[in-house]
């Protein structure tokens, strides 16, 4: 899922790419997630990352919240966890006899939630409210969040013990969900080479971080980027056969319990757009939406017990789909 360079990129979109040199410096490999960082950013969506341990999922978080302009917290969930250390509370002042909210971490412009899995189901939706809603509620007062706020959420999918798994409806809410594998070889070979410059070099200057009015024009930019009525229809053939596979395969229709919604047709047209923006490209491809479908679509299909229990996965699921669906 590379991006690939071209020569008449839009100015923000040049811009951009100061933040991922900046990314590159910190990570080795991990292409998809940094791209996939970068097409939640453009689209104002939240991100779902999944994979083992020690594959650098909270250090690229980590920077891309140096190399944007704004407030960033990380927040490790923990079975003890209250709604009320994500949301805030109402504090008595008895100096003033009144109460008075002080806001928590969700405040922030870049969260990162890590381990998301570990903390109960309260919290967890109280997290998730608040990126659908982009407000919270504490008594009867409603608090509206930034305008650049992003969750961007880890998960460890091996270990069960002590850990809550994230309701399928709610991990709608989120844009995209990358699952994220070992590196190869070489990049390996330059992740040691990377760990012992570090261990002898002095840390380097900060990085100058993008604006975020930069970045709000360039989600002008990208919302306002050419995706052609046919590729409309496109996308919701997608999306259609993700609920009614059983009108292309007989084993996609066996192995499906439930379709996408209509939030994964918005998705995947916004991170089309973002995926074609940060192409260079002055309209959207057949191709930008191939690309970003399985991390569109990843957490919204449920296979059935018959699908898992053949050792079928939703990627499988969906690049078979992808295989039938008419391109226009």
Not at 66 to 72: H, L, N, V, Y
Not at 121 to 149: D, I
Not at 225 to 244: E, F, G, M, S
Request: aromatic letters at 8%; glycine letters at 6%; a negative charge.
């Amino acid at each position: 899922m590379a991006l690939s360079p071209h020569v008449g990129r839009p100015v923000e979109s040049r811009r951009l790419e100061g933040v991922r040199e900046h990314i590159a410096t910190r990570v080795i490999g991990q292409q998809d997630l940094v791209d996939s960082m970068l097409i939640c950013l453009l689209s104002n969506g939240h991100l779902l990352v999944e994979g083992l341990p020690g594959l650098a999922k909270t250090t690229a978080v980590k920077a891309l919240a140096e190399a944007i302009e704004g407030s960033f917290h990380r927040i490790q969930f923990t079975p003890d966890l209250l709604p009320a250390d994500l949301i805030g509370t109402d504090i008595y002042r008895p100096e003033r006899g009144e109460f008075e909210f002080r806001p928590g971490p969700l405040f922030h412009n870049i969260l990162l939630a890590d381990e998301v899995n570990r903390a109960p189901a309260k919290v967890q939706s109280a997290l998730l409210e608040a990126m659908g809603e982009r407000q919270v509620t504490v008594g009867q007062r409603s608090y509206p969040l930034p305008e650049l706020f992003m969750v961007l959420a880890t998960q460890n999918p091996i270990e069960h013990e002590g850990t809550y798994h994230l309701p399928e409806a709610q991990l709608d809410r989120f844009l995209m969900h990358v699952w994220v594998d070992y590196p190869n070889r070489e990049q390996e070979l330059a992740i040691l080479a990377l760990d012992g410059e570090r261990q002898l070099e002095s840390p380097g200057p900060a990085v100058d971080p993008f604006p975020q009015a930069a970045l709000f024009a360039a989600r002008a930019e990208v919302a306002r980027l050419y995706l052609d009525p046919k590729l409309n229809d496109y996308i919701v053939d997608i999306i259609q056969a993700t609920r009614h596979p059983g009108a292309y395969d007989r084993d996609l229709q066996r192995w499906c319990r439930f379709g996408a919604s209509p939030r994964a047709t918005i998705a995947l047209a916004r991170c089309a757009r973002a995926r074609a923006w940060l192409d260079g490209e002055e309209f959207v491809t057949p191709h930008h939406i191939q690309a970003v479908a399985p991390d569109v679509l990843r957490h919204r299909i449920m296979l059935t017990f018959e699908g898992e229990a053949e050792g079928v996965t939703t990627d499988d699921f969906i690049k078979r789909l992808l295989e039938y669906v008419a391109i226009p």
